[in-house]
C-alpha cells in the first residue's frame, strides 16, 4: 500500500460511516463541470451514515498524528534535529510575501531536457490565482544564488557580523534583574502552595469547616493566579534566551567554518538562515513579486539581493510540495 493510499484512507470521513455532503459544486449544469467546494456553497457533514470499516477511536488517534505532523511542518522548530517532510532544503521554509503561506516546489517544462524546479505560493497553486493574484513562481537556481550572494556579504566581514548578533543578543537575552525575579517568585508560590497544602490538611484533621476551607483556599488561589501567569511569562523570556543563544553558536559556527561560499550548501543555509520570504508590497501600492529577502536567525537581514531579471511567467506541470 503506498502512502497516497494510506493518506487517502486517513483523510477520507467514509472509513468511519461518516459523509460529507456537498464536497463539489457545479458550475455548468449542461457540461456536469464540477469543482471542490472552497466555501462557495455550504457542505453537510453526517455521522454514522453508514458502517463503518475503521473505528473511531483508531481514526482519531490517526487524525491526531496528522495533525502534529502538519503542524510541525507549517511551524519547524530550529530546537534539537528533525523536522518531518524536510525533502528540500526549502521545504517549509518559503513564505508568500502577499498571503503569508509557504511555497511549494514544481517542475517547470517536465520531462524535457529544459527541466528545471521553481518554487510557486500554495494559495495560487492549490485554490487559485485569485487567492494570490500578486505571486510569481522564482526559479530555485536563483533562490539558492541570492543565499550565497547575501551570506557572503554578511560573511566578508565576519568580525561586524558576531559583533551584531552579540549586540542583539544582548538587548534579547534573560536580564540579572528578570532572573532574581523569576526566582523572587517561585518562592512566593511555593510558600502560598505551602499554605495551601495545610489547609486541606487541617480539612482532613476535622479542625476547620469545609466552608471555611473553601473560603481560606478561594483567597490563596486568587493570590497565585497573578504570580503563575508571571512566572509563566518570565520562564518564556528563559526559553527564548536559550534558543538564542543556541542560534547564535550555529550562526557562529556556520561563519567561521564558511567564510565565502562558491555555491550553495544545504547545511550552512539551515545553520544561518530562520525563513526566506519571496514578494513584497511596498507602501506606495506596488509589488516586486520577485523581491528574496532572507531572515537570518539572530534577526539579522543582509542587503536586498538584487532583481531578478525578467517578468516572464512559468508554465507548470508535476506538484512536489514540502
Known amino acids: 500500500m503506498g502512502e497516497s493510499t494510506v493518506l487517502g484512507i486517513i483523510k477520507n470521513e467514509k472509513y ?67 523536522k518531518y517532510s524536510r525533502k528540500h532544503a526549502f521545504s517549509c521554509m518559503i513564505k508568500c510575501g502577499f ?53 557572503n556579504l554578511l560573511a566578508g566581514d565576519n568580525s561586524d557580523v558576531l559583533s551584531e548578533f552579540l549586540n542583539r543578543l544582548e538587548n534579547s537575552l534573560f536580564t540579572a534583574g528578570s532572573a532574581k525575579r523569576l526566582e523572587k517568585i517561585t518562592k512566593q508560590i511555593k510558600s502560598y502552595e505551602a499554605r ?30 497573578p504570580l503563575y501567569e508571571e512566572q509563566k511569562a518570565l520562564q518564556q523570556t528563559d526559553d527564548d534566551e536559550q534558543r538564542l543563544k543556541q542560534q547564535l553558536t550555529e550562526c557562529k559556527e556556520a561563519l567561521e567554518a564558511n567564510p565565502i561560499l562558491q555555491e550553495f550548501d544545504r547545511r550552512v543555509f539551515e545553520a ?9 508590497r511596498h507602501e506606495d501600492g506596488t509589488v516586486d513579486p520577485r523581491k528574496i529577502t532572507f531572515v537570518f536567525k539572530a534577526g539579522i537581514q543582509p542587503p536586498p539581493s538584487p532583481p531578478i531579471s525578467g517578468n516572464k511567467t512559468c508554465s507548470l506541470t508535476r506538484d512536489n510540495t514540502c
Open 272 to 280: 544561518v538562515i530562520d525563513h526566506v520570504v519571496i514578494g513584497e
Open 196 to 225: 495551601r497544602q495545610k489547609l486541606l490538611d487541617l480539612l482532613l484533621d476535622g479542625t476547620i469547616s469545609k466552608s471555611d476551607y473553601a473560603e481560606k483556599k478561594a483567597e490563596i488561589d486568587k493570590d497565585l493566579q
Open 99 to 151: 498571503c503569508g503561506h509557504n511555497l511549494s516546489r514544481r517542475s517547470h517544462h517536465s520531462g524535457t531536457t529544459h527541466q528545471k524546479w521553481v518554487w510557486h505560493c500554495v494559495s495560487y497553486t492549490k485554490k487559485g490565482k485569485q487567492y494570490c493574484p500578486e505571486c510569481k513562481a522564482v526559479d530555485e537556481a536563483i533562490i539558492e544564488g541570492a543565499f550565497v550572494q547575501g551570506y
Open 16 to 82: 468511519i460511516g461518516d459523509l460529507v455532503q456537498g464536497k463539489t459544486i457545479t458550475v455548468d449544469p449542461i457540461t456536469h463541470r464540477r469543482i471542490d467546494n472552497r466555501g462557495e456553497a455550504d457542505m453537510f457533514y453526517l455521522e454514522d451514515a453508514h458502517p463503518a470499516i475503521i473505528d473511531r477511536d483508531t481514526w482519531d488517534k490517526a487524525q491526531a498524528i496528522l495533525k502534529r505532523r502538519n503542524e510541525w511542518r507549517v511551524k519547524p522548530t530550529a530546537k534539537n534535529g528533525n
